[in-house]
Nanobody
Framework: QVQMVESGGGSVQAGGSLRLSCVVY??????MGWFRQAPGKEREGVAS????????YYADSVKGRFTISQDSAKNTLLLQMNSLKPEDTAMYYC?????????????????????WGQGTQVTVSS
């Protein structure tokens, strides 16, 4: 019943910005996150948010450049991506968890998340 629809991906030069969005239908998630997978690499956690408290978590590789947030209706997840690097090139996926809460040790792991979007491609050229 839960559906997640992503948008905002595209191609940009290094140093540019993109804003990804993910609309969640049929579920009011307390824990949501963004993950990415580059060719030949495993999927990795990028950023997540515990919406009740507004607590955010970031991978070291994107901290200071990316910002995760949620709209007031709590059904849209956003990822503002600034100062993009070629290393950021990947398929980006939004995800939502059925958990009511999550700690820092699991916030960027895949297993707590149950619902996933279709993915949106981000390509950063040098």
């Amino acid at each position: 019943q839960v559906q997640m629809v992503e948008s905002g991906g595209g191609s940009v030069q290094a140093g540019g910005s993109l804003r990804l969005s993910c609309v969640v239908y049929g579920y009011n998630a307390n824990v949501m996150g963004w993950f990415r997978q580059a060719p030949g690499k495993e999927r990795e956690g990028v950023a997540s948010i515990y919406t009740v408290a507004g607590t955010t978590y970031y991978a070291d590789s994107v901290k200071g450049r990316f910002t995760i947030s949620q709209d007031s209706a709590k059904n849209t997840l956003l990822l503002q991506m600034n100062s993009l690097k070629p290393e950021d090139t990947a398929m980006y996926y939004c995800a939502a968890s059925r958990l009511w809460d999550i700690d820092s040790d699991y916030a960027l792991r895949q297993d707590p998340y149950h619902y996933w979007g279709q993915g949106t491609q981000v390509t950063v050229s040098s």
